[in-house]
């Protein structure tokens, strides 16, 4: 997952409401690792911070490389660097986390959660563009794990269109699937109720 990096001298890009103190920023840095207790990169919080309009992407990098330094974040075993709390990075949370504008809090936490989950998403599911006789093909696959569960590939018109179709799936990939393969096997009743129950997201936040 990539962010562009936002800039704006009036505001630093960072939405009315949100956090131009550092130290606020690292309180919400430990928070957030609190709460969903999974590690990440300094590249994917700092990200997410600007992505929601909270913090300013470099303030939000510097304010994470200071928790290293400061032994509040420790570096986890795995192929790719990222951190989690340590006891004084939990210390902060439990003793400085109500400092933090409440809205800023639960806001930041919903849209941080849903980044985690759209994350693991495309971990393992993938989309591609293929071009067949001059003409663009989304190729939109479901795996789980090493068995791959589902592929669909579509005739996409533009850039755009392709971008679209990308967003869609990424957002509602467990939707899609369910509602495929029941329409697949003939359950013409599951699908429809599948549907019509479903939070079809189809903005781009991905």
Do not use: W
């Amino acid at each position: 997952m990539s962010f562009n990096i936002l800039y704006d001298k009036a505001n630093d890009g960072v939405f009315p409401g949100g956090l131009h103190s550092k130290e606020q920023i690292k309180i919400l840095i430990c928070y957030l690792i609190y709460e969903t207790k999974v590690p990440v990169s300094v590249e994917f919080m700092s990200g997410i911070l600007q992505e929601c309009g909270v913090a300013n992407y470099f303030e939000a990098s510097a304010g994470f490389s200071e928790l290293i330094a400061n032994g509040q974040l420790v570096i986890c075993e795995g192929d790719e660097v990222q951190y989690q709390l340590s006891h004084s990075g939990k210390f902060i949370v439990n003793n400085l986390s109500d400092e933090l504008p409440v809205t800023v809090k639960e806001e930041t936490l919903e849209k941080y959660q849903r980044f985690l989950h759209q994350r693991d998403i495309q971990q393992d599911n993938t989309v591609t563009l293929t071009k067949k006789n001059n003409k663009t093909y989304v190729e939109c696959t479901v795996n789980d794990g090493d068995t791959e569960l589902l592929k669909i590939s579509m005739y996409s018109p533009n850039n755009e269109q392709a971008g679209f179709i990308r967003n869609i799936f990424y957002n509602n990939t467990d939707v899609i699937y369910q509602a495929v393969v029941a329409l697949m096997t003939g359950d013409k009743k599951s699908a429809l109720n599948i549907i019509s129950v479903a939070d079809f997201r189809t903005d781009g936040a991905i």
